[in-house]
């Protein structure tokens, strides 16, 4: 069985795939002080309770949070007696190219994304992803990753709001009933949520005039389906994007390495 980890800045997920399909999927909130054995803990409590019993074979992880995959690795080696694949590392491979500046470092979560999107519907694609940050990552017509767009993250953005501006509350995200707010609630909510919805399509429709070929738009991340439902902003949305991507990037070292 594999172990499927995609730590981010905010949640990690920790997934079983069984060849087929995930088994089972947990999240927890990403700390990088967590040591192996309380990962162990918590991971083998969760099975036990949902009453999975299987042996973890090979594990594969993806962090945007560097001090969090020493204890990882550490999990791998101490309770799965396996060396885990880690995205971003030489010895990962990929099955699509990085056709980015010499000397960037590409965040693992994008390269997992833009692999899985290649994989599910193609090349010649925008994918955004709705996490900490709001990213844009365009793959080519061979599936290859050329770059992409960092803006802040929704919540991000709210949080922002509240702690710069001592009279603004903490608010949640939502769609207003209207665009014009009559308290300062739907005034944060109206601002957030409609300057977001320009901004994807406005980022969407430079990144595809500038490529100057049709491109479809795939959305990932828990927010995703709140700014579909008020405009058509995407062609398709998958919430287990990342997850996916994990598998095929494991898939494809692990034929590598049978050669």
Not at 28 to 52: F, H, P
Not at 127 to 153: K, L, R
Not at 224 to 233: D, G, I, K, N, W
Request: glycine share 8%; charged share 20%.
């Amino acid at each position: 069985m594999l172990l499927a980890i995609d730590c981010g800045n905010t949640n990690t997920v920790f997934a079983i795939w069984d060849g087929n399909r995930f088994i089972a999927t947990w999240r927890t909130a990403t700390q990088w002080q967590r040591t192996a054995d309380q990962y162990y803990v918590w991971l083998s409590t969760l099975m036990k309770l949902q009453g999975i019993d299987v042996k973890i074979s090979d594990m594969i992880v993806s962090s945007t949070v560097p001090r969090v995959v020493w204890n990882l690795r550490v999990l791998a080696d101490r309770y799965f007696n396996t060396r885990p694949i880690v995205v971003g590392k030489p010895e990962c491979a990929l099955p699509v190219e990085v056709r980015v500046d010499a000397g960037t470092a590409v965040g693992p979560d994008r390269l997992v994304n833009t692999v899985a999107g290649y994989d599910m519907c193609g090349g010649d694609l925008i994918i955004v992803d709705f996490g900490t940050a709001t990213t844009f990552d365009v793959s080519a017509e061979d599936g290859a990753y050329i770059g992409g767009v960092i803006a802040p993250g929704v919540n991000l953005s709210l949080e922002a709001l509240h702690n710069a501006a001592a009279a603004l509350p903490h608010v949640d995200i939502s769609q207003p009933q209207q665009v014009i707010g009559t308290n300062t609630v739907a005034c944060m909510q109206s601002g957030v949520f409609w300057g977001y919805i320009g901004l994807v399509r406005e980022i969407c429709a430079r990144i595809k005039a500038e490529r100057g070929r049709e491109m479809r738009v795939i959305s990932t991340g828990g927010l995703a389906p709140l700014f579909q439902q008020a405009e058509a902003l995407f062609d398709e949305y998958h919430d287990d994007l990342t997850m996916h991507g994990l598998t095929v990037i494991h898939k494809y070292n692990k034929e590598l390495a049978e050669q």
